[in-house]
């Protein structure tokens, strides 16, 4: 599905609270990613980048703020929000005892994907995942289940695409067929979302990159703006400050 | 509306697989429920008069027992991998992922149902077939369902689900369980009467009443 043409934003995101019972975790977040760029999103443990992957993709209601994906507020056409994004999640969420292709081919039914086995195939032969396709998914290894895991969330060919820490668990081959798919410029209007720790990566793939700090946006910048090094300070800064 | 039955028939398709290959829900229920009707048949005598009055209430209690082991392994297997989110995440509405658990669950209630009710009727000395218990077991088993796949889904996200699953289940499911109980009774008795026009139209209209309220009450219930 492509973006309304009229939207500028692919993802707005202001006033964002959210709390655990009485625990805080995002304190009033504002966030924009324009289309076509990818965002990185970084912060300590703790900081509420998962809450916030989490309402984005519709898993948890925000206790208040405003969200609009594509030009659709979340709180009420949440699933034409989900047709248009793929998440990956610390989760592989694969079944188990259900092969890859499996896994795949159900993910593809739930989302109404076209020609289901070729789509199969060709994001399977982009994550290197073909030789295993159709081992059961509880026999691989975490690694093996985070490329499934991404495999599984371009199936349906999203233009945006929120990830939490994709990277986790995945060898050197699988970090280059990661950042592949984040940096593709096959769709121009293809957004990434894509949290992280590891502040290279973050400077390596991201147009813009924000810091999440305490629920808080604490940091929000264009790359191109700065140099790495005054990046890396501004992170230290931030994060520093709640160590 | 293709997809809506397409999403929801993935959904079942999926839980029958994994269930084939683990046969986790119907060995476990179907060894539970043999167990409940055996023990009953040792401790009562079966007499005719006996099996009369007491036979349809072993029979739900073995069916309703078995069911919650069941309906609690049925959101298990969502929640231990995260996949619940996996479901979540799919361009449909909620009410196609408790309509497809569902109807997976009420699948396996019915094949555990028509594997044990030989087995009691032989143990109580019951005929095999009695062709009126049908529509009461499928209205009853479709109800313990409805509300069975809702709480599950509820008592997924408490520490203790195994336990909170039937305490919050129970009392709902009771007027499905008394109504099955009275319609059996009289199908097991032989002695079909106007007393059938009263439970089995209360079984539906409970189906239905809950056929709409549950749908509703899982979206909220499944998101944080």
């Known amino acids: 599905m492509n973006p309304s043409p009229k939207v500028e934003l692919a993802i707005k995101v202001s006033g964002l609270r959210k709390a655990f019972g009485r625990t805080p975790v995002l304190r009033s977040v504002d966030l924009e990613v324009p289309w076509g760029q990818v965002l990185t999103l970084l912060g300590p443990n703790g900081s509420g980048k998962t809450t916030l992957i989490k309402i984005l993709a519709t898993l948890t209601r925000p206790d208040a703020g405003d969200v609009i994906i594509g030009g659709m507020p979340l709180s009420k056409r949440g699933q034409s929000v989900r047709r248009i994004i793929g998440v990956v999640t610390h989760d592989p969420l694969l079944y188990d005892d259900l092969t890859g292709r499996e896994n795949l081919r159900f993910s593809a039914r739930m989302f109404g994907v076209q020609r289901i086995d070729q789509r199969i195939a060709e994001v399977t032969e982009r994550m290197g995942m073909t030789p295993r396709l159709d081992q059961r998914v509880g026999t691989l290894s975490h690694g093996m289940k985070k490329r499934f895991s991404i495999a599984r969330a371009l199936l349906h060919d999203p233009v945006i695409l929120l990830m939490d820490e994709p990277e986790s668990g995945l060898d050197q081959e699988a970090l280059g067929l990661l950042d592949a798919v984040v940096t593709d410029k096959s769709n121009s209007q293809r957004t990434v979302l894509m949290t992280t720790h590891s502040l290279d990566r973050a400077i390596a793939l991201g147009q813009r990159m924000a810091i999440l700090v305490n629920g808080r946006v604490a940091y929000q910048e264009s790359l191109e703006s700065g140099g790495t090094e005054a990046l890396k300070e501004a992170y230290m800064r931030h994060t520093r400050a709640v160590s | ?224």
């Open chain 2, 1 to 224: 509306m293709r997809g809506y039955f397409a999403a929801i028939f993935a959904v079942v398709t999926k839980d029958v697989i994994l269930e084939l290959r683990t046969k986790d829900i119907l060995v476990s229920v179907m060894v539970f429920a043999l167990l409940v009707i055996v023990i009953f048949n040792f401790a009562l005598d079966p007499t005719p008069r006996t099996v009369a009055l007491v036979a349809p209430g072993i029979l739900w209690v073995a069916f309703l027992f078995g069911g919650v082991l069941g309906l609690n392994r049925s959101f298990a297997i969502e929640q231990d991998r995260g996949n619940l989110y996996g479901l979540m995440l799919a361009p449909v509405g909620r009410d196609v992922i408790f309509f497809g658990k569902l109807l997976g669950n009420f699948l396996f209630m019915v094949v555990i149902e028509a594997f044990i009710y030989p087995v009691f009727a032989v143990l109580f000395n019951l005929p095999i077939w009695i062709p009126g218990l049908l529509p009461i077991a499928l209205l009853a088993t479709l109800g313990i369902a409805t509300v069975g796949t809702t709480f599950s889904a509820m008592a997924i996200n408490t520490r203790s689900r195994e336990v909170m699953l039937p305490v919050l289940f129970f009392p709902v499911v009771v007027p499905v369980i008394v109504a099955a109980v009275e319609a059996s009774g009289v199908m097991i008795r032989g002695d079909e009467s106007a007393e059938l026009t009263r439970w089995i139209p209360f079984l539906a209209v409970f189906d239905a009443i809950f056929l709409v309220v549950c749908p509703a009450a899982f979206s909220l219930v499944i998101e944080e």
